[in-house]
């Protein structure tokens, strides 16, 4: 039997800026658990007169990062909770949170494949754990990642995801800017649609392959990459999606 | 493509509200269970259905049909979890 979940004080041991608006933040647990790639923790802030919120925020680490967490969160402008983490918290801070939890956004090395991940923003950020489990693994599961951000400035994890790409059996990494893209871009240039689907599905197998898909981000994203892998012909029990919802 | 009841800003995947559900069901992620939507048969992982998480209670619908399958409802005497719309959960 699997010791049920509580909240717990974890520690901030480190923060790493990853663009502008997204940090990792590392988290020391006395109760550390092992997590699956995809899951998420509860964080919850408590005020001195007893309200309390909580959001969840997505794993980045692999499975192997013991015993600390990485959690990779985007600074949503009127948030309730991300700005505390932005602006507030530093190195040796305490936080209450609770996880690893949400074990059906999950992949793991011997969950076969094709892998396609798709992300959104800081949608990346669970895609980015099971990316990193599976490099840890030696997993040879033909993996993709179709990754949108606004700006280059906005590709969170960038140098990681070229080293990754250029690893023997490394994931297929195709990027697009949807809003403002460098001189010598050689990446997308709009937004997410069924025809760069159909050509990212292409590098490991295409759509008859029936790739397992993972979709992380904005809901309008998830709701439109979703809607177009059904279209192609994909079974809607191999498409996984994480929806931000409204950001507040 | 149009997808009517299902088509709402606010709403959010099962799994984003795991965290919430585990707590009422002594610290367990039910959201990989597999179900059976009682209205339209659809089976398929927990952590599948669509969840509203914004009003008083949370609602989680079935991706198929967008009938309720899972509700609950915190008050200040305890949890209610109403699962009349799931045939059946199957632990795993």
């Known amino acids: 039997m699997v ?6 004080i974890g520690t901030i041991t480190d923060i790493q800026p990853q ?26 802030l408590t005020a001195e007169d007893g309200y309390q919120t909580q959001r969840s925020y997505s794993i980045a680490s692999a499975a192997d990062h013991v015993p600390e ?19 507030v918290l530093v190195t040796g801070d305490k936080v209450e949170l609770r996880g690893p939890i949400g074990g059906y956004f999950v992949w793991e090395p011997g969950m076969g494949g094709p892998l396609l991940l798709v992300g959104g923003g800081s949608g990346v950020v669970p ?28 590709i969170i994890y960038r140098d ?9 059996n490394g994931p297929v990494v195709a990027q697009t800017l949807t809003r403002e893209q460098p001189p010598d871009w050689d990446g997308y ?14 590098n490991i197998g295409g759509m008859h392959a029936s790739p397992l898909a993972y979709i992380c981000g904005p809901t309008l994203l998830v709701e439109n990459a979703a809607a177009a892998l059904t279209d192609l012909g994909l079974a809607p029990m191999r498409v996984r999606t994480e929806r931000f919802g409204p950001s507040s | 493509m149009k997808r009517t009841a299902l088509d709402d800003p606010l709403m959010l995947d099962a799994n984003a509200v795991a965290g919430e559900l585990a707590e009422m069901m002594g610290g367990v ?7 059976r939507c009682a209205h339209c048969g659809n089976h398929d992982a927990l952590g599948s259905l669509r969840a509203w998480a914004h009003g008083p209670g949370v609602v989680l619908r079935c991706v198929i049909c ?15 979890v109403d699962l009349r719309g799931a045939a059946f959960l199957e632990p795993r």
Not at chain 1, 25 to 43: A, E, K, M, N, S
Not at chain 1, 71 to 87: C, K, M, N, Q, T
Not at chain 1, 160 to 168: I, T, V, Y
């Open chain 1, 19 to 44: 663009t502008d608006r997204v940090s990792s933040f590392t988290i020391g647990l006395p109760d550390w658990r092992p997590h699956r790639p995809g899951q998420h923790y509860d964080v919850r």
């Open chain 1, 189 to 202: 240039a709009r937004r997410i649609d069924a025809q760069m689907l159909t050509e990212v599905v292409g």
């Open chain 2, 29 to 35: 992620d039910i959201t990989t269970f597999m179900t």
């Open chain 1, 3 to 8: 010791e049920p979940l509580r909240w717990q």
């Open chain 1, 127 to 154: 895609l980015m754990a099971m990316l990193r489990s599976r490099q840890a693994a030696g997993d040879a599961t033909p993996a993709a990642l179709l990754y949108s951000s606004r700006t280059i400035g906005d």
């Open chain 2, 66 to 80: 967008s009938q309720v399958v899972v509700r609950w409802v915190r008050t200040p005497q305890g949890a209610r």
């Open chain 1, 160 to 168: 990681e995801l070229a080293r990754l790409a250029a690893e023997p």
């Open chain 1, 69 to 87: 967490v990485e959690l990779g969160i985007e600074r949503i402008a009127d948030g309730e909770v991300s700005p505390y983490f932005h602006d």
